[in-house]
């Protein structure tokens, strides 16, 4: 049998190194527990980044999933599939939109947003030829392609990957006034993180994403959120904007739309703008693939009972109680929003990388994102026993550092 240390030499020597995993070499999973090739179980408290929200392998999922893959699993766009209208009509009537663009990764979905919102200020708010500019935000994260990296103020995901494409404005995240000043005539979007998920779960001001709403609105500019993160969930509830009570002009969806059985992303807007694409004007040989569709609708279900974002709420409540108790023990800052945490661990103690080193011997699968921040954000099947074992077994790995 090959060792689990063979593996990881094997993996490193013939894959990219374009990751640096923990070390760890995952089997097998259920709910919220994973167990490795030599049998050791851990707590999955990083959740495919959020991509499985619903936990590993949730039977409704999976059904549907193994019920296509015997049936039908790829059509192309070409022609239409049993699947695809019952996704985009419940896709649609989730996030309260007309239409829906289904892609397959968040980055995708992300350039599909762009784009749309380039077209339709050309063709519906009359910008001059190629002069369209978006707002985003500093610390933002919209993924890998090279369109998304020009505008991203992480060096590592942006350095000597130009040249760059033109069209972005950068402003600080959660100043609403940064956005106003930045918009001129040529403005089509802005687009937003309503946390920021990579930055280190990072929750703007109260009030921030109503007021970008209201200028959006007045300025005739389109609101984009990406929810591939923070939505289907997560935080409490469907859409992180919802905590504001904000619609987007279009909302950005990935990750746990896929159910973590295959990659699914969508972009969802009314009519007045998805409506400007045309056949052969966009599009994905696999987007709204018949196996994506039929996970997708399986997700949209789970989401339909409201089951998984009143938990997220609950448990939320639990975890940041839990951790608020470890400020000032190791614990600088704790932020976030239902079972999604950032924790900034004091510097002078460890490195994220060293904090996530500690909890992987303890059993609990967590994520570092900058220096010395680690987010929790375990699936929302995960038990309340075991989401309060976890934060204690963070706080003994940061009394055992200390
Ligand atoms: C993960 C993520 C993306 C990119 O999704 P991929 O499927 O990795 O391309 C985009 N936006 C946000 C907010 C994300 O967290």
Not at 83 to 99: P, R, V
Not at 191 to 219: K, M
Request: net charge negative.
């Amino acid at each position: 049998m090959t060792t689990s240390a063979e593996l990881i030499e094997m993996s490193e020597r013939r894959s990219a190194h374009n990751y640096h995993p923990l070390p760890v070499v995952i089997h097998e999973a259920h709910g919220a527990w994973v167990t490795d090739v030599d049998g050791k179980r851990y707590l999955d408290c990083l959740s495919g980044y959020s991509s499985l929200n619903f936990g590993h392998g949730h039977p409704k999922i999976i059904e549907a999933a193994r019920t296509q893959l015997e049936r039908l699993t790829l059509t192309s766009r070409a022609f239409y599939h049993d699947q695809f209208a019952q996704f985009c009509a419940g896709l649609g009537d989730l996030t309260g939109k007309d239409m829906i663009l289904p892609m397959n990764t968040g980055a995708e979905a992300v350039e599909t947003a762009i784009k749309v919102a380039r077209k339709w200020g050309y063709e519906v708010k009359g910008v001059e030829p190629d002069q369209a500019n978006i707002i985003v935000m500093e610390g933002n994260f919209h993924g890998r392609t090279t369109t998304i990296v020009s505008f991203s103020t992480d060096p590592e995901a942006h350095d000597n990957y130009g040249p760059y494409t033109p069209g972005f404005r950068l402003v600080p995240y959660g100043s609403a006034e940064a956005i106003r000043r930045a918009v001129d005539a040529n403005t089509v979007a802005v687009l937003v993180e309503p946390i920021q998920g990579e930055a280190g779960v990072l929750v703007p001001p109260d009030g921030y994403l109503s007021e970008i709403r209201e200028l959006c609105t007045a300025q005739g500019i389109l609101m984009v959120a990406d929810e591939v993160q923070s939505g289907l969930g997560r935080t409490g509830q469907t859409f992180a904007c919802d905590f504001e009570g904000v619609v987007p002009d279009i909302y950005i969806l990935g990750k746990a739309l896929g159910g973590g059985v295959v990659p699914v992303s969508a972009i969802a807007a009314d009519r007045e703008i998805l409506g400007v694409v045309q056949p052969g004007q966009h599009g994905s040989t696999f987007g709204g693939n018949p196996l994506a569709c039929a996970v997708g609708i399986a997700v949209i279900e789970l989401l339909n009972t409201g089951e998984f974002q009143a938990r997220a709420a609950k448990l939320g409540e639990v975890l940041h109680a839990r951790l608020r108790e470890l400020v000032g023990k190791g614990v600088v800052e704790v932020r976030g929003r239902g079972l999604w945490a950032g924790i900034d661990v004091d510097p002078n103690l460890a490195t994220g990388r060293e904090v996530s080193k500690a909890l992987l011997a303890r059993s609990v699968l967590a994520k570092d994102t900058h220096g010395s921040t680690i987010r929790l954000a375990p699936p929302i099947v995960v038990s309340e026993e075991d989401l309060i074992w976890a934060v204690s077994q963070l706080a003994d790995a940061l009394y055992a550092l200390s």
